[in-house]
């Protein structure tokens, strides 16, 4: 289905009827990724998921600046063209940076908090390759433009690659389910592009790390025990510096953890939006931290 907004077309994948959740994607996926979730959860829940606006069907619009703060204005837009005034909120990888920076400047529309791995406490190597990356190379006059493009082409294309990425069962990553990634992610190239050049690694990183303090809301950090990019760690302190969150570690398990363990995710999204295991204890962390 299409939303329009601000004369751009934003897609977007919803079913099931009862109370709201949106899930945001990251980098190079789309609401693609969040489709046995909706399968799942859209028997207890109205599950909305969209692709971004530059990224896979939605427009690439030119006057779209790709900033975290105007992506989650278009988040309340896109709540409010639908009618919903607070959701449940998923986010995952660049889609957890968006999520925290629309709940930090609009808190009344989100009333609890599903966190995946995201770009938050990096170990200094991967952190130094990213900012290397996106922080100098891409930035270089022409260069750059043609070099995110070879590497953005490269990671896109090579199955080894998504497996490495996405996946701890490499056997998953079939050619089919790959097609099926590249087939959307080949056209979001330019998003990323902009997105990172917009906000650098501080501010993606930074808009999880700082806004995370802000969080006064039920939240379950959600986390792959065997991600590619995102260690255990992070989780960890993310976990400590979220009043009364709860964590749940998914073994054997890559960065695409929807996609790898979808039984296993949507279990604990469940139980945690039913409360079932959510202590008193956590509940009173969050009642203390308001």
Same mark, same amino acid.
């Given at each position: =289905?299409?939303?329009?907004?601000?004369?751009?077309?934003? !897609? !977007?994948?919803?079913?099931?009827?009862?109370?709201?959740?949106?899930?945001?994607?990251?980098?190079?996926?789309?609401?693609?990724?969040?489709?046995?979730?909706?399968?799942?959860?859209?028997?207890?829940?109205?599950?909305?998921?969209?692709?971004?606006?530059?990224?896979?069907?939605?427009?690439?619009?030119?006057?779209?600046?790709?900033?975290?703060?105007?992506?989650?204005? *278009?988040?309340?837009?896109?709540?409010?063209?639908?009618?919903?005034?607070?959701?449940?909120?998923?986010?995952?990888?660049?889609?957890?940076?968006?999520?925290?920076?629309?709940?930090?400047?609009?808190?009344? =529309?989100?009333?609890?908090? *599903?966190?995946?791995?995201?770009?938050?406490? =990096?170990?200094?190597?991967?952190?130094?390759?990213?900012?290397?990356?996106?922080?100098?190379?891409?930035?270089?006059?022409?260069?750059?433009?043609?070099?995110?493009?070879?590497?953005?082409?490269?990671?896109?294309?090579?199955?080894?690659?998504?497996?490495?990425?996405?996946?701890?069962?490499?056997?998953?990553?079939?050619?089919?389910?790959?097609?099926? !990634?590249?087939?959307?992610?080949?056209?979001?190239?330019?998003?990323?592009?902009?997105?990172?050049?917009?906000?650098?690694?501080?501010?993606?990183?930074?808009?999880?790390?700082?806004?995370?303090?802000?969080?006064? *809301?039920?939240?379950? @950090?959600?986390?792959?025990?065997?991600?590619?990019?995102?260690?255990?760690?992070?989780?960890?302190?993310?976990?400590?510096?979220?009043?009364?969150?709860?964590?749940?570690?998914?073994?054997?398990?890559?960065?695409?953890?929807?996609?790898?363990?979808?039984?296993?995710?949507?279990?604990? *999204?469940?139980?945690?939006?039913?409360?079932?295991?959510?202590?008193?204890?956590?509940?009173?962390? @969050?009642?203390?931290?308001?």
């Amino acid at each position: =289905m299409f939303a329009e907004m601000n004369g751009w077309r934003i !897609y !977007y994948e919803v079913a099931g009827e009862g109370e709201p959740i949106l899930f945001i994607h990251g980098t190079p996926t789309s609401s693609f990724l969040w489709r046995k979730q909706i399968d799942g959860l859209s028997k207890f829940y109205s599950v909305y998921a969209l692709d971004l606006p530059g990224w896979a069907r939605s427009g690439k619009p030119d006057n779209f600046d790709y900033e975290l703060e105007s992506y989650a204005d *278009i988040i309340r837009q896109f709540l409010s063209k639908l009618g919903k005034d607070q959701v449940i909120l998923g986010v995952h990888d660049l889609g957890a940076a968006i999520g925290l920076t629309f709940l930090s400047k609009y808190p009344e =529309m989100v009333s609890k908090l *599903i966190l995946f791995d995201t770009f938050a406490f =990096m170990p200094f190597s991967k952190r130094l390759q990213w900012k290397a990356l996106y922080g100098f190379f891409f930035r270089i006059p022409l260069f750059g433009v043609l070099l995110h493009r070879l590497v953005f082409d490269i990671g896109v294309r090579r199955t080894d690659f998504f497996a490495t990425l996405a996946f701890y069962d490499k056997k998953l990553a079939t050619k089919e389910l790959v097609g099926r !990634y590249r087939g959307l992610a080949i056209n979001s190239q330019k998003a990323d592009y902009r997105t990172f050049l917009a906000n650098g690694m501080d501010g993606i990183t930074g808009a999880v790390e700082k806004n995370l303090l802000k969080v006064a *809301i039920p939240t379950l @950090i959600l986390w792959a025990e065997n991600d590619f990019l995102f260690p255990i760690s992070a989780a960890q302190k993310l976990h400590s510096n979220i009043a009364g969150s709860v964590m749940k570690i998914v073994p054997k398990c890559g960065h695409w953890l929807q996609e790898e363990k979808p039984d296993e995710v949507n279990r604990h *999204i469940l139980e945690f939006l039913n409360n079932i295991g959510y202590s008193e204890r956590n509940l009173e962390s @969050i009642s203390a931290f308001r």
